[in-house]
């Protein structure tokens, strides 16, 4: 099982920007289906945005026109663009291979004025 590391969180004004960043060592990512998820404490973690290999993707409804998920699968790697960013995107952000079922350890996203 290979390893996700996660980068790029920080703290952000309301409506900011942010990038993240999942690198990848497993040798199968450009046929993994890779996902961004996010957790608050105290509830479930939730799915923010999936790319299949074909490049399709799917996205949480509060979150659609405001991020968007790309890969780049020579550099095994998966980014997630953050715009117009709320109070309620804080959380950790996970990044997931759903194909191996590996996670990353998170990166804390803070949306504070």
């Known amino acids: 099982q290979g390893q996700l590391v996660e980068s790029g969180g920080g703290l952000v004004q309301p409506g900011g920007s942010l990038r993240l960043s999942c690198a990848s060592s497993?040798?199968?990512?450009?046929?993994?289906?890779m996902g961004w998820y996010r957790q608050v404490p105290g509830k479930q973690r939730e799915l923010v945005a999936l790319?299949?290999?074909?490049?399709?993707?799917n996205y949480a409804e509060s979150v659609k026109g405001r991020f968007s998920i790309s890969r780049d699968n020579a550099k095994r790697t998966v980014y997630l663009q953050m715009n117009s960013l709320k109070f309620e995107d804080t959380a950790v952000y996970y990044c997931?291979?759903?194909?191996?079922?590996?996670w990353g350890q998170g990166t804390q996203v803070t949306v504070s004025s």
């Open positions: 997931s291979s759903l194909t191996s079922d590996t």
């Open positions: 497993e040798n199968f990512f450009s046929i993994a289906t």
């Open positions: 790319m299949n290999r074909r490049g399709d993707t």
